[in-house]
């Protein structure tokens, strides 16, 4: 139904689930993870599990592929025969994604580019990509992809718990959380992204649990009386608190047309640390 030869192109960092990759034939850059001793590539040659096995010994760092890299990733869609291309990234305010993958595109007129900026990150950016991949495949103009795509950024919102801030910290990624304090009173706080994409603190409560349950107070607030939605549960190491959130959601959100379920890529791992548990709501419907 591609009639206008629209490419999908998404950074690692999206955690577009890759069943759903390999179905709309979706573009990954990865993100890369960088040890002492040998730089990986995200969800290509490391695995989640691997990185928290090594978080006593060394904290790694990310970042983006070079230039190169991504330059090879456009032309292989230019050959593949696409003419059109939406590129979606996590939020600029987090990342350097968004802006190499603007400036590659202006080198590449051949093919007409439109990068969005989620601003958001994880399977919250993953959601959006899912909602653009539909429309492509429905056959919806560029134009209206265009359009509707851009609309979806404040459609979608991501919460978050972490077990601790030391790796937001240590990462430079910390934006407008307060962390001394947090970690001192055991206060679990829930993040999210502002309307600029940069990290803050939605709320704090004492304790996993009490910050479990006020992440699910906010879930509702957010969906509100939407008649159609889309849900994502994403974790790191807190697999039981996952599961058990994904079956809450199931009985709470008849509205939900998915919730998707699966693990936050490496790279995000190492930002987050272990015990994340983390949510994305796409409104997609009034």
Known sequence: ???????????????????????YNIYVIPLQIIYKDRVYTDKVDITPEEVYQRLPQEIPSTSL???ATITKIFEKIKEDGYEKLLAITISSGLSGTHNIV???AEDFPALESFVL???NIGIAAGLQVIE????????????EIKVKTEENVKRSKIY?????LEYLQKGGRIGLVASILGNA???NPIISCNEQGIYYTVSKARGRKKSLEKTFELIKEFVGNHKKIALAVAHGEAEEDAKGFYQKLKDSFPQAEEIYFGTISPALVV?????????????LED
């Open 1 to 23: 139904m591609n009639k206008e030869k629209i490419a999908i192109l998404v950074d690692s960092g999206t955690d577009v689930p890759q069943e759903l990759v390999e179905k």
């Open 65 to 67: 592929p070079d230039g």
């Open 102 to 104: 603007r400036l590659i």
């Open 117 to 119: 900026d989620t601003k």
């Open 132 to 143: 653009a991949a539909k429309m492509v495949e429905n056959g919806d103009s560029w134009d």
């Open 160 to 164: 978050f718990n972490v077990a601790t």
């Open 185 to 187: 009173l055991k206060l």
């Open 271 to 283: 930002h987050t640390g272990p015990g994340l548990l983390g949510i994305g709501i796409q409104i």
